[in-house]
C-alpha cells in the first residue's frame, strides 16, 4: 500500500503517465484497424453455393437483393441448373422500378448441373430476347460470348454500370461490354420484368 509521501512522487507519477500512453496508444491502434477493414459481410446459402450480403463494384456498394433458383424437370426428377443473385444499390421488389432506373446491377448465375450446353443457352437466349421483342447487333454480340458449355461451379455474370454498359463475364474472364441502357433492361428484363419467362425465378431475385 501507497503511503501519503509515495502516492504525490514524481517516480509515481512518472509511471501513471506511462500507463496512459500505453492505452492511448492501444486505444489508436484499434480504431485504425476497424477503420480498415471495416464492417464485416455475412454470406447467404442457397442450394449449397454461399453469396456474400453485399459486394463493391467500381466503388459502389451494392447489396443482395434476392437469390433464385432454377430446375427443370425430367420425368420425374427435378435437376438444378443455376443460383443465382441480383445486387442492387437499393433493395427493391419492384422489377420495372428497378429496369426504370439508371444504377448498377450485378446478376451472378452459378452452375449447379454437371453440363449446360452452349446450345442449349444460346437458343434459351434467342427465345427470351424475341419473346421481349429485342433483336439486333448487340443480341448477336452477346450470344457469341458463349463459346462454351458451362459446368458445375461456373459462372456467368452480367454487370450494368451507368454510361458504360453491360460487361459480360464468364468462367472468370470479361467477354466484353455491351453498350447502352436499352441492352441492359432487355437482358435484366428477362429476369425481372413484368414478362419475364419464370416467374419463380423473378419472385426469388425480387426477394418477395
Given at each position: 500500500?501507497?503511503?501519503?509521501?509515495?502516492?504525490?512522487?514524481?517516480?509515481?507519477?512518472?509511471?501513471?503517465?506511462h500507463?496512459?500512453?500505453?492505452?492511448?496508444?492501444?486505444?489508436?491502434?484499434?480504431?485504425?484497424?476497424?477503420?480498415?477493414?471495416?464492417s464485416?459481410?455475412?454470406?447467404?446459402?442457397?442450394?449449397?453455393?454461399?453469396?456474400?450480403?453485399?459486394?463493391?463494384?467500381?466503388?459502389?456498394?451494392?447489396?443482395?437483393?434476392?437469390?433464385?433458383?432454377?430446375?427443370?424437370?425430367?420425368?420425374?426428377?427435378?435437376?438444378?441448373?443455376?443460383?443465382?443473385?441480383?445486387?442492387?444499390?437499393?433493395?427493391?421488389?419492384?422489377?420495372?422500378?428497378?429496369?426504370?432506373?439508371?444504377?448498377?446491377?450485378?446478376?451472378?448465375?452459378?452452375?449447379?448441373?454437371?453440363?449446360?450446353?452452349?446450345?442449349?443457352?444460346?437458343?434459351?437466349?434467342?427465345?427470351?430476347?424475341?419473346?421481349?421483342?429485342?433483336?439486333?447487333?448487340?443480341?448477336?454480340?452477346?450470344?457469341?460470348?458463349?463459346?462454351?458449355?458451362?459446368?458445375?461451379?461456373?459462372?456467368?455474370?452480367?454487370?450494368?454500370?451507368?454510361?458504360?454498359?453491360t460487361?459480360?463475364?464468364?468462367?472468370?474472364?470479361?467477354?466484353?461490354?455491351?453498350?447502352?441502357?436499352?441492352?441492359?433492361?432487355?437482358?435484366?428484363?428477362?429476369?425481372?420484368?413484368?414478362?419475364?419467362?419464370?416467374?419463380?425465378?423473378r419472385?426469388?431475385?425480387?426477394?418477395?
Amino acid at each position: 500500500m501507497l503511503n501519503k509521501n509515495q502516492k504525490g512522487s514524481p517516480k509515481h507519477l512518472k509511471e501513471s503517465c506511462h500507463i496512459m500512453k500505453n492505452c492511448l496508444l492501444y486505444c489508436v491502434i484499434l480504431t485504425l484497424f476497424f477503420s480498415l477493414i471495416g464492417s464485416p459481410t455475412h454470406a447467404v446459402e442457397r442450394a449449397g453455393v454461399q453469396f456474400e450480403d453485399s459486394i463493391e463494384i467500381e466503388g459502389a456498394r451494392l447489396t443482395l437483393n434476392g437469390l433464385a433458383v432454377r430446375s427443370e424437370r425430367v420425368l420425374f426428377m427435378n435437376f438444378k441448373i443455376y443460383v443465382a443473385g441480383l445486387y442492387l444499390l437499393n433493395k427493391s421488389q419492384d422489377g420495372e422500378a428497378i429496369l426504370a432506373s439508371d444504377t448498377p446491377r450485378h446478376l451472378v448465375m452459378h452452375f449447379l448441373h454437371s453440363r449446360v450446353r452452349r446450345k442449349e443457352l444460346t437458343d434459351a437466349w434467342k427465345e427470351s430476347f424475341t419473346r421481349h421483342n429485342y433483336q439486333g447487333e448487340k443480341v448477336d454480340q452477346f450470344i457469341a460470348f458463349h463459346s462454351e458449355d458451362l459446368k458445375r461451379g461456373e459462372k456467368i455474370i452480367f454487370t450494368y454500370l451507368p454510361g458504360e454498359g453491360t460487361r459480360v463475364t464468364m468462367k472468370g474472364k470479361v467477354c466484353g461490354t455491351i453498350a447502352g441502357k436499352e441492352f441492359a433492361d432487355a437482358l435484366f428484363s428477362v429476369y425481372i420484368g413484368n414478362n419475364a419467362g419464370l416467374p419463380g425465378i423473378r419472385d426469388g431475385l425480387l426477394g418477395r
